[in-house]
């Protein structure tokens, strides 16, 4: 027979003379726990044991986080207040060092913006060529088309084992990024509005010229240009030393209304040689990213 549980305290985790305030970063996650209204009814049970408030947070601070979320703050209510402060996740944003670059202008959900972060990814499907050419909407392709081969040259990541190669008429191949079904929303993009990173490796073969060239475009709602960067062609002439070279471009202080950005890049060879003797391409990525300072 399950006995009654008697005698709940009205506050379970007291303070017990600790007093520590985290300067610099609003208001304390003690103070943020003592200041919820919490009924005697809400409190947990007897029999789980006494915590100062700062040690409560340190050992939520070095629980993974999703089990903070999933596991810690379904055991009672007060844990649920404390696992839902943002001061918790400000506090763990600070330690992980993922801070607004803008500290005048902090996030509205600490807790959403410390996961936004922790999920870095490349938001391009297939970018090596691992599944051929899925994923890509074929702009151009001239020549011989595009064609996939395996890795012959060293290439710094040696995980990366295919690329993408053009022919001698021009081939691009695009994407188009949804922002919002990648989980960055319109509130979240136009307030902190993260870095938007991007990158690709291209090379040329060592006996043939070829040419490279890139444009990658921040667009609103309607699919209108807010901000873009395309560079230069890149021109290789012939008998080279067919090395691997990076494009990287960061965006940053873009504005507010960038819902989309469309990724663009491709090439040919310059002797118009049947086949594939164009420009290779590979490991290409557009990643949302925070300053770490």
Request: charged share 30%; net charge positive; glycine share 6%.
């Amino acid at each position: 027979m399950q006995m009654p549980v008697t005698g709940r305290r009205k506050k379970r985790f007291r303070a017990l003379g600790t007093d520590k305030k985290k300067q610099g970063m609003g208001q304390s996650i003690e103070a943020a726990f003592h200041s919820a209204s919490v009924s005697q009814e809400d409190n947990c049970p007897v029999m789980l044991p006494e915590l100062p408030v700062a040690v409560l947070e340190e050992v939520f601070l070095n629980v993974p986080p999703q089990e903070v979320v999933l596991t810690c703050r379904l055991v009672c209510r007060e844990w649920k207040y404390l696992a839902d402060s943002a001061a918790l996740w400000r506090e763990r944003c600070r330690r992980e060092r993922y801070l607004p670059r803008d500290s005048t202008k902090p996030p509205k959900d600490w807790q959403r913006y410390y996961f936004l972060c922790k999920k870095r990814r490349n938001l391009l499907k297939n970018p090596s060529a691992e599944e051929r050419l899925n994923g890509w909407q074929i702009v151009e392709n001239g020549g011989d088309r595009w064609n996939v081969e395996n890795m012959t040259v060293p290439y710094p990541d040696e995980t990366v084992k295919k690329f993408f190669v053009t022919s001698y008429h021009a081939c691009r191949k695009a994407q188009l990024i949804n922002l919002e079904k990648q989980g960055y929303g319109p509130a979240f993009m136009d307030e902190i509005q993260p870095d938007i990173v991007i990158s690709d490796w291209y090379a040329p073969r060592w006996d043939c010229g070829s040419m490279y060239e890139i444009c990658v475009e921040l667009l609103d709602k309607k699919k209108k240009i807010i901000q873009k960067f395309c560079p230069e062609t890149v021109t290789f002439e012939q008998w080279n030393d067919q090395q691997w070279n990076q494009m990287y471009h960061v965006f940053r202080n873009y504005g507010p209304g960038v819902r989309f950005v469309r990724f663009e890049h491709g090439g040919r060879d310059t002797q118009f040689w049947a086949g594939w003797y164009g420009i290779r391409v590979t490991n290409s990525s557009v990643e949302i990213r925070f300053p770490e300072l």
